[in-house]
């Protein structure tokens, strides 16, 4: 199964509420990273946050990361029908060697104005 | 979508033959990749590739082949063994590879396969 599992699978909220998204994740990492994905496109990268951090900020994102949970949240304040997208997280082990990116299923969101 | 091309954007193919899917990078990076999404699942690795002349199995590379002849360009080709091709394919790169990786990667638009 995917390294990184996001949840909920589907997020509805009126513009100007809050969104949040959790991820776990079953191994040791060194980083996880959150992406966006608007329909039909690449995904962009949000904000990556390191095994010995506890929270970071960008803009209105908020990132948490517990690692003796092994997950994440990522939290949207004051949402926009713009954020409407699907986010990811993608984990990166904390192995020797190179270690690929693994990337969960996603949540989707849809802002509604 | 940063300094990554893919095309074309959509792509027809009948049941039996071979396609292959461009992706062009002017970011400089060393490393590329070829991911495949499904609906409602997240990306699965096919292929990377982290310096010219040299490319990895992913996850999922069974039916699919790929080149490195040159840093800018990383084609996807989906072979008749591929059982499931239709699905959307994601190129992507980053800077360098790194152990382990704190690099960004940079996505293209994406291909969209149908398999008729």
């Known amino acids: 199964s995917q390294q990184g599992e996001e949840d909920p699978q589907a997020l509805s909220i009126q513009e100007g509420e809050n969104a949040t998204m959790n991820c776990s994740y079953k191994?040791?990492?060194?980083?996880l990273q959150w992406y966006r994905q608007n329909s039909g496109r690449g995904l962009v990268h949000l904000i990556l946050?390191?095994?010995?951090?506890r929270e970071k900020h960008s803009g209105r994102l908020r990132v948490t990361l517990d690692t003796s949970k092994k997950s994440s949240s990522l939290l949207i304040t004051a949402s926009r029908a713009a954020d409407t997208a699907s986010y990811f997280c993608?984990?990166?082990?904390?192995?020797?060697?190179?270690?690929?990116?693994?990337f969960g299923t996603g949540t989707k969101l849809q802002v509604i104005p | 979508d940063g300094g990554i091309t893919q095309s074309p954007k959509y792509l027809f193919r009948k049941e039996g033959q071979n396609v292959t899917l461009s992706c062009e990078q002017n970011?400089?990076?060393?490393?590329m990749y070829w991911y495949r999404q499904d609906p409602g699942q997240g990306l699965r690795l096919i292929y990377y590739?982290?310096?010219?002349?040299?490319?990895q199995k992913g996850d999922i590379a069974e039916g699919y082949s790929v080149s490195r002849e040159k840093k800018e360009s990383f084609p996807l080709t989906v072979t008749s063994a591929q059982k499931n091709p239709t699905a959307f394919y994601l190129c992507?790169?980053?800077?360098?590879?790194?152990?382990?990786?704190?690099?960004?990667?940079?996505f293209g638009p994406g291909t969209r396969l149908t398999v008729l």
């Open positions: 992507a790169s980053s800077r360098r590879v790194q152990k382990p990786s704190t690099d960004t990667q940079y």
């Open positions: 191994t040791s990492i060194n980083n």
């Open positions: 946050i390191r095994s010995n951090e």
């Open positions: 993608a984990t990166v082990p904390n192995s020797g060697g190179y270690q690929k990116v693994t």
């Open positions: 970011l400089n990076h060393d490393a």
């Open positions: 590739s982290q310096i010219v002349n040299d490319f």
